[in-house]
């Protein structure tokens, strides 16, 4: 049984910067895409970033590029992502999401919410202006 855990959310000011992490727990070895994506009240969860872990291939949104890394560590299974220069509409609830893709492509790094089985219960991130 897989579970995804994420932690490093919190608030900041606007300009600062926040780690997140997904930690996944269990069974993990068919997961081959991972990504990040928050949601806002309101609105439908919008992808941050798409990773293919094998080959280390990303797709960050147009909004975020320049200021968020993903990065992975295999050994620990963790997904990290960094985010520097927040902004006030980065405000969201983030989540982590994982999928084992059948046949492996890192084309899933251009996929939406729908595509993903596996999510973490998400971390708050807020920005004040």
């Known amino acids: 049984h897989l579970q995804l855990v994420e932690s490093g959310g919190g608030s900041v000011q606007a300009g600062g910067s926040l780690s997140l992490s997904c930690v996944l727990s269990?069974?993990?070895?068919?997961?081959?895409?991972m990504s990040w994506f928050r949601q806002t009240p309101g609105k439908e969860r919008e992808k941050v970033v798409g990773?293919?872990?094998?080959?280390?291939?990303?797709n960050y949104t147009e909004a975020v590029k320049g200021r968020f890394t993903i990065s992975q560590d295999k050994a620990k299974k963790t997904i990290s992502l960094q985010m520097n220069s927040l902004k006030p509409e980065d405000t969201a609830m983030y989540y982590c999401?994982?999928?084992?893709?059948?046949?492996?492509?890192?084309?899933?790094?251009?996929?939406?919410?729908?595509?993903?089985?596996?999510w973490g219960r998400g971390t708050q991130v807020t920005v004040s202006s």
């Open positions: 269990g069974d993990s070895s068919a997961i081959n895409c």
């Open positions: 990773l293919y872990p094998d080959e280390g291939n990303t």
């Open positions: 999401a994982a999928a084992a893709v059948v046949p492996p492509t890192p084309s899933c790094i251009n996929w939406g919410p729908s595509h993903f089985g596996y």
